[in-house]
């Protein structure tokens, strides 16, 4: 039970930000950078498998943010704002960006396939993503996303349904789906080692729940209006996490 892998659930940035921060986050998630605030399509989301996360059949856009898209999956309730851009020649590369073809090949072939490809795919309409106000919009680097958010999907279940411990973080649900979410967790896990960390601005969770494997610790509202870096969350409050994580499965 000692050395447990940790993951957000989200519902916000603020939650990977802070394990992050914390030395906590030691590998991506999928719900690492997005919107997660439908607890009902987090919960079919785990209940499926990650079947079909973002897949293009149940995408709608809904704006843009510094540079990119905001896409919606309609079917699980989640949103990204940070996987999509909006023109890919002006977007650099993160370090958890997926990686492209072999840097062996030759980087003129390289250049004229993937433009070969996207021209082929902007007149293709399954590849156009429908939008709340306007025309349909082409993801363009659409293929290099849906890698990325696949491979982070695979990552955490592979975590799942492995023996190892596994610490899951989720910010503010209510206690009610808190509980719901921890039943099914419970029949994933299957008798293995895991803990439910949830965080909260309510009263109730200021108290241990009682329950096994499910953890509380309370965590002001994130409130982005109150300044650029608002989003990322009290340090203060999260400051506690470590401490309450070792408490109730082991050192990490």
């Known amino acids: 039970?000692?050395?447990?892998?940790?993951?957000?659930?989200?519902?916000?940035?603020?939650?990977?930000?802070?394990?992050?921060?914390?030395?906590?986050?030691?590998?991506?998630?999928?719900?690492?950078?997005?919107?997660?605030?439908?607890?009902?399509?987090?919960?079919?989301?785990?209940?499926?498998?990650?079947?079909?996360?973002?897949?293009?059949?149940?995408?709608?856009?809904?704006?843009?943010?510094?540079?990119?898209?905001?896409?919606?999956?309609?079917?699980?309730?989640?949103?990204?704002?940070?996987?999509?851009?909006?023109?890919?020649?002006n977007h650099?590369?993160?370090?958890?960006?997926?990686?492209?073809?072999?840097?062996?090949?030759?980087?003129?072939?390289?250049?004229?396939?993937?433009?070969?490809?996207?021209?082929?795919?902007?007149?293709?309409?399954?590849?156009?993503?429908?939008?709340?106000d306007g025309n349909p919009v082409f993801l363009e680097d659409y293929s290099a996303g849906i890698r990325r958010i696949r491979r982070r999907s695979a990552r955490l279940l592979s975590a799942l349904n492995s023996r190892r411990a596994i610490v899951l973080v989720r910010n503010e649900d209510s206690m009610k789906e808190i509980l719901r979410l921890h039943d099914l967790l419970c029949r994933i896990r299957d008798r293995r080692p895991f803990l439910l960390l949830a965080t909260g601005p309510d009263p109730e969770f200021r108290e241990d729940p009682g329950v096994a494997d499910l953890a509380t610790c309370w965590i002001p509202k994130v409130d982005s209006s109150q300044g650029p870096d608002s989003w990322q969350g009290d340090d203060r409050a999260w400051d506690d996490v470590p401490a309450l994580i070792t408490n109730r499965l082991g050192p990490g």
């Open 1 to 89: 039970m000692t050395n447990p892998v940790i993951f957000s659930l989200g519902r916000y940035c603020a939650t990977a930000y802070q394990l992050r921060r914390l030395g906590l986050r030691l590998c991506a998630g999928p719900l690492d950078w997005m919107g997660s605030d439908d607890a009902s399509g987090l919960y079919d989301l785990l209940e499926h498998g990650f079947d079909a996360m973002m897949d293009r059949s149940h995408l709608k856009i809904f704006g843009q943010h510094r540079g990119f898209w905001i896409v919606r999956d309609q079917r699980y309730r989640i949103r990204t704002a940070h996987d999509f851009p909006i023109d890919p020649k």
């Open 92 to 132: 650099q590369a993160t370090e958890e960006s997926s990686p492209g073809l072999n840097s062996q090949c030759d980087p003129c072939l390289i250049r004229w396939l993937d433009q070969f490809l996207t021209n082929r795919r902007r007149h293709d309409p399954s590849y156009c993503i429908p939008v709340e």
